[in-house]
């Protein structure tokens, strides 16, 4: 017993010098998803302030492909010392637990929360060349062309979402699988799918050249960085409210003074003039929470999509 109590002993303060050098060596940050998507942009963002903040280089390294999984696997099976992080969206953390009956994570075991970083409503967007101008239309179109009733996904709460867009209107538009948000945007604009339901940040640019086109958003209230764009309920689809996020986790039995110490610098990065005009210029609402908020956030996410996932039968196994 004594040995123990010393063994236990010697790891705590192990863990605490680890913790009060920290850091003293580049942080990675694992992205699941290709360059140019959504959570590749918002991390690119906020880099430069982190490595200011943290007096560390922070280097962003994409591992796409498998809705994320393999981005998520990663950092799950690193070791929990600060030093490898992953920018975790809802997809991962809560729509591939809602949709997978086997996966190589556990969302909630096998990661430590850090923070939220923002939150943000996903946009329903067309190829501009198409005759689709309201939701209305899209229905319709899908109805009366059902060869070219398909949409690009590059993760699970997209895929979620446009299913619910389907069982909620009758329409049949099939998925067609991409590495990022930002390759379905390009698969919109070169007419290779008619639809995708995309966080803000790649389908900014498009929009604003007018190459695809918003009809809706899946707030629950008009957002005002598109206040002309109605809601899915206003746009008559019910019951289509989708907010979504992004946030830091770190593996599993990271220290919470490192923990303690990343939250600090999220919550300052994300309020800082140059990050908040970047996110409200892409439609981003920062948040910067705290671990347990985000602890929270996931379980209640999971119970949400998991109900969802099982009225719509979706199943990506």
């Keep these: 017993m004594t040995r123990i109590i010393a063994l236990l002993c010697g790891l705590a303060l192990l863990g605490t010098a680890q913790a009060q050098n920290y850091p003293d060596k580049p ?13 590749d942009i918002i991390v690119r963002v906020m880099q430069p302030e982190m490595q200011k903040g943290l007096g560390q280089p922070v280097v962003v390294e994409n591992k796409p492909g498998a ?46 929360p850090i923070s939220m970083i923002c939150e943000f409503p996903l946009l329903v967007t067309v190829d501009a060349k198409l005759p689709i101008r309201s939701v209305k239309d899209l229905i319709e179109f899908a109805k009366a062309n059902p060869g070219k009733a398909n949409y690009a996904s590059s993760a699970g709460i997209f895929q979620i979402t446009t299913e619910m867009f389907n069982q909620r209107t009758g329409s049949k538009f099939v998925m067609i699988p991409y590495k990022s948000s930002g ?53 008559g689809v019910p019951d289509m409210e989708v907010p979504v996020w992004t946030a830091f986790f770190a593996p599993a039995k990271t220290p ?37 908020e985000l602890r929270k956030r996931v379980a209640q996410d999971i119970a949400k999509w998991s109900a969802v996932a099982k009225a719509a039968n979706i199943k990506n196994d």
């Design 183 to 235: 390759e379905s945007v390009q698969a919109l604009i070169s007419g290779n799918v008619a639809l995708t339901i995309v966080d803000p940040p790649p389908a900014t640019g498009p929009l604003k050249a007018g190459t695809i086109r918003a009809l809706a958003v899946t707030s629950p209230k008009r957002h005002p960085s598109w206040p002309d764009l109605p809601t899915m309920a206003e746009a």
């Design 67 to 112: 809705q994320s999984i393999i981005a998520a696997e990663l950092v799950a099976r690193s070791p929990g010392d600060g030093y490898t992080l992953l920018m975790g969206p809802s997809g991962p953390m809560t729509i591939n637990p809602a949709t997978y009956s086997k996966l190589p994570y556990d969302a909630q075991r096998d990661f430590t």
């Design 27 to 39: 942080i990675r940050i694992i992205v699941g998803y290709a360059a140019g998507g959504g959570n």
């Design 256 to 292: 919470p003074a490192i923990v303690a110490r990343l939250q600090k610098e999220i919550a300052r990065v994300v309020q800082t003039v140059e990050v908040k005009e970047r996110f409200g210029q892409m439609g981003l609402d920062p948040v910067g929470g705290t671990a347990e």
